[in-house]
């Protein structure tokens, strides 16, 4: 699949917010997968509660379903990290605390685990992060082993990338990962503060980021999605912003958070006296901001979905953005400065 010489940006507005706790069980979203028939299935994280789960809702804010995954019997989950779908639509959820991968059906029933504890091939320590590749191959994030483990959907090991370490192509505790349309990996390499890339051969091709605040740098980023222009998002955790770069690793912009409630939150205080009486007197400018998000997701349309988790929602943004030839463009200038038109 090509990609555009350059894109035209003209915007990435705030769209929409969706989920709240009181009657959602929109609680600790940490990540987020899509249906064939616009479903949102969102992973809620509760260390002792039965609203450990999965959440299921619509653009519109409908809660379609919810079941529980609070437990550690076959089809449960005592801390779901992140969720894929298939093209079958069976959901492959990863649990960082019994180490094994869990498969349900789209709604919610047990159809099979793998996945044992361990440091050797094919076992697993405190897995997180997933993505299929164009072979329907999963790749996992194996945290504390710090290296990304390559399986069939079967469960079958494949491949592995990555040792414990600072340089290129090695990690310390990757979390978040996505394998590209092209297949190259992308490794949110949580403690080193910096995203990694990898050819489908495993060889190391770049890294973006180092630890800070300003732009381009992060703080424990835990997420990592690339939509079809090759546009790179990072959900940089502890700066509770996401962070957007080009496929060359350039950065271009963050996003801080422009959360409206959502409408199920709308419906819910309008019968609750104390919470409307103190968001009547609150200061509201913070109340829109993200708050240590876990993960960005893309899906088809160019939407991004962010898993607001100490907010309990998810925020929504939508890209506009043309895509360009080289003959469009004026020659790279040495000193650029973009001034308004």
């Not at 340089?167 to 990962?177: L, Q, R, T, Y």
């Amino acid at each position: 699949m090509s990609r555009p010489y350059a894109l035209l940006r003209a915007g990435f507005p705030y769209f929409t917010t969706i989920g709240v706790r009181r009657n959602q069980n929109v609680t600790h979203p940490t990540d987020i997968a899509f249906g064939k028939n616009g479903e949102i299935y969102i992973v809620c994280q509760m260390h002792i509660s039965q609203n450990t789960g999965i959440v299921v809702l619509n653009i519109e804010d409908d809660c379609l379903d919810f079941f529980s995954l609070q437990g550690s019997n076959f089809g449960q989950a005592r801390f779901p990290e992140c969720i894929l779908i298939d093209d079958n639509e069976i959901l492959y959820i990863s649990d960082s605390a019994l180490n094994r991968i869990t498969l349900l059906s789209k709604d919610g029933e047990y159809i099979s685990h793998w996945g044992e504890f361990g440091s050797k091939e094919g076992q697993l320590n405190r897995p997180s992060g997933m993505s299929f590749d164009s072979k329907g191959n999963i790749y996992i994030s194996d945290t504390m082993n710090h290296r990304v483990q390559k399986f069939s959907k079967d469960g079958e090991y494949i491949s592995c990338i990555g040792v414990f370490g600072s340089k290129d192509g090695e990690m310390n505790m990757p979390f978040g990962i996505k394998v590209d349309e092209l297949d190259y990996l992308y490794v949110a390499d949580w403690r080193n503060d910096r995203i990694q890339k990898f050819d489908s051969d495993g060889k190391f091709v770049m890294s973006i980021g180092k630890s800070g605040a300003g732009r381009g740098e992060f703080n424990r980023p835990s997420g990592v999605d690339v939509d079809l222009d090759g546009d790179i998002y990072v959900a940089d955790t502890m700066n509770n912003r996401v962070q957007l770069f080009n496929e060359k690793g350039r950065y271009v912009q963050r996003f801080l958070g422009d959360a409206t409630l959502s409408k199920s939150a709308v419906e819910l205080m309008q019968v609750q006296s104390l919470p409307l009486r103190l968001r009547d007197s609150a200061d509201l400018e913070s109340q829109k901001w993200l708050t240590h998000p876990r993960s960005v997701k893309i899906n088809s349309d160019g939407m991004m979905f962010v898993p607001d988790y100490h907010r309990y929602r998810v925020q929504i943004y939508k890209k506009e953005a043309y895509h360009l030839k080289e003959s469009q463009l004026a020659p790279e200038q040495r000193s650029p400065k973009l001034k308004t038109v």
